[in-house]
Every structure is written in structure tokens, then in C-alpha cells.
């Protein structure tokens, strides 16, 4: 039995990634070049400071990494709060399913933690996590395992007994390289990922409660 579970976010709780791409696009064509939906899927489930410094220098972009993502953010979450979203379908009962069995859960993103904040203020779910780490305070974003590593020393769970969710490659690399199960949930809207480190594929949140046994 799992003693802890650790999500993603992007893509796991939020179907964010079109909004991640709109946006990016978008900023692209505001600092004078151009960039595809199929480029920017590499990047996904990375960290903005990493993601830009790898675009700014394969575009020549004259901007920083800080000035592109002030801005960045600013269209993000002034769009997260204009349009009305839900959280994937099958995450509240999911996280439902875990509290019943007293299974804690927490929140290991790649996101900025203003955004990761905004997500789950905007789904009212901020309370059903003991922890939330993002990406950006740790050393390594992933695929390094740094930030599920400090969510399991957070929860006081050995890794080994800790299961992921995620839908991305370099999440589901992260979680394996932090000695941690790992459940890859197929979105469509992720992109084109490769899952197949995955211990498990499942294209619906339902499925998890079985892999899991959390009847």
C-alpha cells in the first residue's frame, strides 16, 4: 500500500498545457519571432526558467529569462482567472478516495508557485494538500527528481513508498530518478509524451483508484 501520493499539476489536475501553449505562442510573436505547438512540447513539464533560457538561446531573443517570464505570467494568469475551468475530471474524487484511506497528498510542479497557487485557489482545492513544491525552489527542475524528493521529505515518506501521477516525459523521468511508482495519465493535450518509464499508463483519473487500491 502507497503512503503517500504526489501530483503533478499541469496537465494533471488543470488541462492547462493549451493554455500554456496559447500563451507562449503568443509571447513569442510579442517579442518578434515564432515558435509551433509541436516545438514547445518538448518542454513540457519543465521549469519557465529553463524552458526560456533554452528558446532565448536557440532564437537569439534579445529579452532575459525574467523580463519574458514577468510578462508571461501576466497573460497566463489574467487568463486563468478570466475563463471558467475545472480540475481534470476524476481528481476531486480521487483525492476524495485517498483521504478516505488517510493517504496524504501533496503537489510537486514545475509551475511558478504564484501560478500553482492560482490554479488550486481557482478550483478551491489548496486544502486537500499537506504540501505544494514547485519546481523553481528547488535545484534541478525536472527531469532531475529534486522536486518530488523535497515533496517526499516534506510528507516524511521514504521515496520508495510514495506513488506519482503525471503527464508529461521529463515527470515521469523525475519520478523514477527519485525512486518513486509512477502512474503516466495519457492527455491529449499534453502533446505527443513519451510515457513508457511509466509503471503504469492509464488514459482516465478513475483508473488510478484501482491501480492503487483505494476502493
Known amino acids: 500500500m502507497i503512503q503517500a501520493f504526489i501530483f503533478d499539476m499541469d496537465g494533471v489536475i488543470i488541462d492547462s498545457e ?38 532565448i538561446d536557440e532564437h537569439k531573443l534579445a529579452q532575459t529569462v525574467e523580463e519574458i517570464i514577468e510578462y508571461q505570467l ?9 475563463r ?16 478516505a484511506h488517510d493517504i496524504p497528498a501533496a503537489i510537486a510542479s514545475s509551475s511558478p508557485p504564484v501560478f500553482i ?8 482545492l489548496l486544502d486537500r494538500f499537506e504540501f505544494v513544491v514547485s519546481g523553481e525552489e528547488v535545484e534541478h527542475g525536472k527531469p532531475a527528481p529534486d522536486v518530488y524528493l523535497k515533496a517526499a521529505e516534506l510528507l516524511g515518506v521514504a521515496p520508495a513508498h510514495c506513488m506519482v501521477l503525471e ?17 503516466g495519465y495519457v492527455n491529449p493535450n499534453s502533446g505527443n509524451q513519451d510515457l513508457s518509464q511509466a ?3 492509464v488514459k ?3 483508473e488510478v483508484v484501482q491501480i492503487c487500491e483505494l476502493k
Not at 501576466?74 to 478570466?82: G, H, P, S, Y
Not at 471558467?84 to 483521504?99: A, F, N, Q, S, V
Open 18 to 55: 493549451p493554455l500554456h501553449f496559447e500563451v507562449d505562442i503568443q509571447v513569442m510573436n510579442n517579442f518578434g519571432s515564432a515558435i509551433t505547438h509541436e516545438q514547445l512540447e518538448q518542454y513540457v513539464g519543465m521549469t519557465n526558467p529553463e524552458m526560456w533560457k533554452r528558446i
Open 74 to 82: 501576466r497573460q497566463k494568469i489574467d487568463l486563468l482567472t478570466a
Open 84 to 99: 471558467e475551468m475545472h480540475p481534470i475530471e476524476g481528481i476531486r474524487e480521487l483525492l476524495d478516495r485517498l483521504k
Open 117 to 124: 497557487k492560482a490554479v488550486l485557489n481557482k478550483f478551491d
Open 167 to 183: 503527464d508529461a516525459r521529463h515527470g515521469v523521468a523525475a519520478a523514477k530518478a527519485a525512486g518513486m511508482e509512477c502512474i
Open 199 to 201: 509503471d503504469f499508463i
Open 204 to 206: 482516465s483519473i478513475s
